[in-house]
C-alpha cells in the first residue's frame, strides 16, 4: 500500500469520530438538542453564537442523518439519538478519569477489566483521597473508617496485610458486621491459612465467606450497600496504599458489582470454599 | 451539558489526527520505538515521528529507554475512545434498522451498551421471501427449551410454538401488551397453559402502557424488532445473534421492560 493510500484507510475507518468529536459546534448541538427539541432561537441562547454559526452545524448535522427540522424545531433523529447517548457517555468517561487524573495515570489498570474501563463514567463521582507527608496513613485511616459503618462487606483483596485482616477482625466481633465476602488469590489465601489467628478468626468465623482465584489479583475493591472503594498496584508491581477512590453513590456499586461478577466468573475452575469452622470444604470444579 | 476545556482539548488532540489513533493503538498492543511503528504501521517515518513527540508532549505517551509506552489514562482514553468508533459504526452498519425508529423503550443502559450487539445479523425480508424475519423467529423459538419474549403483536404462530416448548418441559416468560395478553392466553390449549402456570413454566405480564418493542431470547440467541417512528411494527427488519454479549444484552433489556411492567 502506498502512503496516500494508508491515509485514505485511516481517514476512513476513524471518519464517523473525527467529523463529531473535532467540531465544538455540532458536538455542543447534538448535547444541546438531546436535552430537549429547541428552535434557533433557543439554540442561539444556550449556545451563544451567531445564527449564521448555528445554521451551518445543523446543516451539516441534517445532511449526516443525526438532526432533523419538525415545524420551526430542531430534534435528534434516531440515529442522532444513540450517537448522542454514546457521545455523553465518552464525555462522562473522560471527566471521570480526568477528575482523578493522578489516580489512574499513576497505576496498573490491568485488574479491571476492559468492559468496566469502557464504564468507567459511572465512577464520575468518586472521591479521590491520598495520603499526605503530614498524615501518611489518610487513605487507609478513611478506608478502615468507612468499613465500620457497613453491615455486609465484599472485598477483592489482592495482598495480605495483617493491618486490614487485624481491622476485619475487629468489625467481624463487633454485632454491626454480619457478613464478609472475601475474594483473594490462592497465594494470598494460604498466608491467611498459615496464620493461627487469621485462619480462627477469618476463614473459620461463620459470618465470612471466602472465595479463591488462581490468578493474582491487581485490584482492591470494597463495596457494600453505603460506599464502594478502590485501590490499584502500581506498575511496578507495588500495592499503593496511599491512595485511594471512594464512591457512595449508585452508580459507583454497579460498577463494583459488575466487576466482582466478572472476578466471580472467574473463580469458577478452582474454587476453595468454606462457610465456618464445622462446615469447611475444598473442592476442585471443573 | 458541556464539555469541560481540557477535556474537550484532548479530545480534539487525539480524535483530530488518524495516525496518532493509529499510533496509540498499536503502542497499547506492544510498546515500541519509532523505527517499529513506522514498520507497523506503514506510516512514514517522518509522520510517525513527528506525531510521537506530540504525543509525548500532551502526556498521552512516555518515552523510557527509547521505547514509547501509552501512559495508563491515556489507555482508557483510548478504549472509550475505540468504543464510541464502535458505536458509531453500530449506527452506520445497522442504519435502516434504526433510522426513522422508536427507540424510546430501549434502557439508556442498553443504548450506552449498543456495541455489545456488535457481531449481529441483520435479517431482512425480501420480494421473494417476504417471511424471512418471522421464520427466523420461529425457527429460534421451536429449537429452545427457554423462552423469553417481549411481544407487542400476536403472530397466529405464537400459541402453537409456546405450546411446543411447554410440552418439551421448557419454560416460557413473555411481557405481552395489554391488548392481546387475554387473547394470547386462550389460544394455548387450556391444559398446557394451566399446567405450565402450576409449575411455574409460564409466566405473562401484562403491559399496561403501549409496548413500542419486540424481543426474544431463547436457549443461545436474541432477536431485536423495532416500532417504526409512525408507529407501525417493521415486520421487515431484525436484528439477531447469538453472540455471548448481544445475548446479555438482550436479557437486559427484558429485565428492564419487566421492571417497567411493575412499576
Keep these: 500500500m502506498t502512503s496516500a493510500e494508508i491515509k485514505q484507510g485511516l481517514t476512513e475507518e476513524f471518519s464517523g469520530i473525527k467529523y463529531i468529536l473535532t ?70 468517561n473522560w471527566y471521570s478519569i480526568s477528575k482523578s487524573k493522578i489516580f489512574w495515570n499513576n497505576h496498573d489498570l490491568s485488574g479491571i477489566p476492559d468492559e468496566l474501563l469502557k464504564d468507567i463514567y459511572l465512577l464520575k463521582d468518586a472521591e479521590y483521597i491520598h495520603s499526605t507527608t503530614s498524615d501518611l496513613s489518610n487513605a487507609f485511616n478513611t ?47 494460604d498466608s491467611i491459612k498459615e496464620n493461627d489467628l487469621f485462619n480462627k478468626k477469618i476463614i473459620q468465623n461463620k459470618k465470612v465467606q471466602i472465595k479463591c482465584v488462581k490468578e493474582e489479583l491487581k485490584i482492591f475493591l470494597t463495596y457494600c450497600d453505603e460506599f464502594v472503594s478502590l485501590s490499584l498496584f502500581f506498575k511496578d508491581g507495588h500495592y499503593d496504599d496511599s491512595q485511594i477512590l471512594i464512591a457512595k453513590d449508585e452508580n459507583a456499586l454497579k460498577w463494583a458489582i459488575s466487576i466482582d461478577k466478572i472476578y466471580k466468573q472467574k473463580e469458577e475452575k478452582y474454587v476453595k470454599l468454606q462457610t465456618g469452622s464445622s462446615n469447611y470444604n475444598e473442592h476442585l470444579e471443573h | 451539558m458541556y464539555i ?80 464510541f468508533k464502535n458505536s458509531v459504526q453500530m449506527v452506520n452498519e445497522y442504519e435502516s434498522f434504526w433510522d426513522k425508529h422508536d427507540l424510546n423503550q430501549l434502557s439508556i443502559n442498553s443504548i450506552r451498551r449498543i456495541t455489545d450487539l456488535k457481531d449481529s445479523e441483520l435479517i431482512e425480508t425480501t420480494p421473494i421471501d417476504i417471511y424471512k424475519t418471522h421464520n427466523t423467529i420461529k425457527n429460534q423459538i421451536s429449537f ?13 404462530d405464537y400459541p402453537g410454538l ?26 394455548i390449549n387450556n391444559k398446557i ?54 445475548y446479555d444484552w438482550a436479557k437486559d433489556l427484558f429485565e428492564h421492560v419487566k421492571n417497567e411492567v411493575r412499576a
Excluded at chain 1, 473508617?145 to 477483592?156: A, G, M, P, Q, V
Design chain 1, 23 to 92: 467540531s465544538g459546534m455540532r458536538s455542543r448541538l447534538l448535547l444541546a438538542i438531546y436535552e430537549s427539541p429547541k428552535n434557533l432561537e433557543e439554540l442561539r441562547a444556550e449556545l451563544k453564537k451567531p445564527s449564521a454559526t448555528i445554521l451551518h452545524g445543523l446543516k451539516e448535522l441534517e445532511n449526516i442523518n443525526l438532526v432533523r427540522k419538525v415545524q420551526k424545531s430542531y430534534e435528534l433523529t434516531s440515529n442522532g439519538f444513540l450517537l448522542t447517548v454514546n457521545m455523553i457517555k465518552l464525555i462522562d
Design chain 1, 143 to 189: 478506608y478502615i473508617n468507612l468499613l465500620s459503618t457497613s453491615e455486609e462487606l465484599k472485598i477483592i483483596m489482592p495482598i495480605y496485610s495483617e493491618n486490614h485482616l487485624k481491622h476485619l477482625i475487629k468489625l467481624l466481633n463487633r454485632k454491626r458486621l454480619v457478613k464478609l465476602e472475601l475474594l483473594v488469590s490462592e497465594e494470598i489465601y
Design chain 2, 4 to 83: 469541560h476545556n481540557d477535556i474537550d482539548d484532548d479530545m480534539k488532540f487525539l480524535a483530530k489526527s488518524e495516525i496518532r489513533l493509529k499510533i496509540l493503538n498499536e503502542l497499547y498492543k506492544k510498546p515500541n520505538d519509532v523505527r517499529g511503528l513506522v514498520k507497523q504501521t506503514d506510516i512514514t517515518y517522518s509522520s510517525v515521528s513527528s506525531n510521537v513527540i506530540k504525543l509525548e508532549k500532551n502526556n498521552h505517551i512516555k518515552k523510557v529507554k527509547n521505547t514509547y509506552y501509552v501512559n495508563p489514562m491515556t489507555e482508557v482514553y483510548l478504549k472509550t475512545l475505540m468504543d
Design chain 2, 144 to 156: 429452545s427449551n427457554c423462552v423469553k419474549g417481549v411481544f407487542p403483536y400476536l403472530h397466529p
Design chain 2, 162 to 187: 409456546i405450546e411446543e416448548v411447554l410440552e418439551n418441559e421448557g419454560s416460557v416468560e413473555l411481557i405481552v401488551s395489554k391488548s392481546i395478553f387475554k387473547e394470547l392466553m386462550l389460544r
Design chain 2, 193 to 246: 397453559r394451566k399446567n405450565a402456570i402450576k409449575e411455574h413454566k409460564l409466566k405473562v405480564y401484562r403491559f399496561k402502557k403501549d409496548l413500542n418493542l419486540y424481543l426474544t431470547i431463547c436457549d443461545e440467541s436474541m432477536s431485536l424488532g423495532l416500532f417504526k417512528t409512525d408507529g407501525s411494527f417493521d415486520q421487515n427488519r431484525i436484528l439477531i445473534s447469538d453472540n455471548p454479549k448481544s
